[in-house]
């Protein structure tokens, strides 16, 4: 059974530290998988705090977000301008791309996508892009093969803006299996690989879920014979959890259960058939994510 593991980089720091981190634990075990950075601006500082509402307080306190993130992370772009995480971490990021791992683009900035999508007419969409686009292209020598917007948050403007990139493949939403979106009754041309398990943060602390039980309750959601995708944070899985995820790959492979990046399932013979893309809710997370429908 594949699993695609995909990885998400959306801090300054979890390139620096979480993305070495990973893929030592990868190489280890002889996997690949897909990475998706972020080359802007770290600004992830500013999202944190504003969302300091109630429920990210008690979100805080049952993950430890100032474990997970790392106060510097709290505190990035919060009083200084974030730093460009492609100009200062560029080597990092070519060496990944060398090591021959699957790069995606997921982001120029951010925290500023994740929080003003709305607010983005399809210029600025197609600016912020093709800014994250050709600077991750300069980093690693080639063009990025795939996207994934961060947060899940995308929109019909942003999947026919992708339709202008040569990707293989984007993975802007969660869902169930692989498709081709639909927007306004027209189908779009890249297929789209959704996200089909919960990330650590969305069910840690609830139902009784606690780091003891988390790998067994991961692999108890894989499905057999279905797409089945797992989203991984350089933050998160590559610094603060990293014991935790190499117990979960040692016992996923014990199990039989491989790993791929994204871009290798567009190969197995899944049926594809063609959705649409609606906002939705997600248990355990913020606000509002992409869902295919
Ligand atoms: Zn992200």
């Known amino acids: ?36 950075f972020s080359v802007g601006p770290d600004n992830m500082g500013r999202h944190l705090w504003r969302l300091l509402r109630p429920a990210f307080f008690m979100k805080m306190l049952r993950s430890k977000a100032a474990n997970l993130y790392g106060w510097d992370i709290l505190l990035k772009g919060t009083f200084l301008p974030g730093p460009l995480i492609g100009e200062r971490m560029a080597d990092i990021i ?20 994740q929080v003003h999508l709305d607010k983005m007419d399809q210029f600025t969409i197609r600016h912020s892009l093709e800014k994250g686009y050709s600077r991750l292209a300069k980093i690693t020598g080639k063009p990025p093969v795939c996207s994934a917007v961060p947060a899940w948050k995308c929109s019909n403007n942003v999947l026919l803006e992708k339709e202008r990139f040569h990707f293989n493949y984007n993975s802007d939403c969660r869902g169930r299996s ?88 567009l190969h197995e013979n899944f049926s594809v058939g063609s959705s649409s893309i609606e906002r939705g809710k997600i248990g355990g997370r913020e606000g509002w994510v992409s869902v295919q429908v």
């Open 1 to 36: 059974m594949k699993i695609g593991l995909r990885i998400d980089v959306d801090t300054f720091r979890g390139t620096k530290i979480g993305v070495p981190n990973l893929c030592k634990i990868l190489a280890e075990q002889n996997l690949n998988a897909s990475f998706f």
């Open 94 to 113: 070519a060496g990944v791309s060398k090591n021959g791992y699957e790069i995606g683009l997921h982001a120029w900035d951010h925290y500023h996508w």
């Open 178 to 265: 692989i498709f081709y979106p639909v927007v306004s009754g027209k189908k779009l041309s890249q297929p789209q690989i959704p996200v089909t398990l919960p990330t650590y943060d969305e069910v840690i602390g609830h139902k009784g879920i606690s780091v003891d039980n988390y790998n067994d309750y991961i692999i108890s959601r894989i499905k057999p014979e279905e797409l089945n995708v797992l989203t991984v944070h350089a933050e998160v899985e590559g610094i603060f959890c990293a014991s935790v995820f190499y117990q979960f790959l040692k016992k996923a492979l014990s199990k039989g259960i491989s790993f791929v990046p994204l871009g290798k399932l």
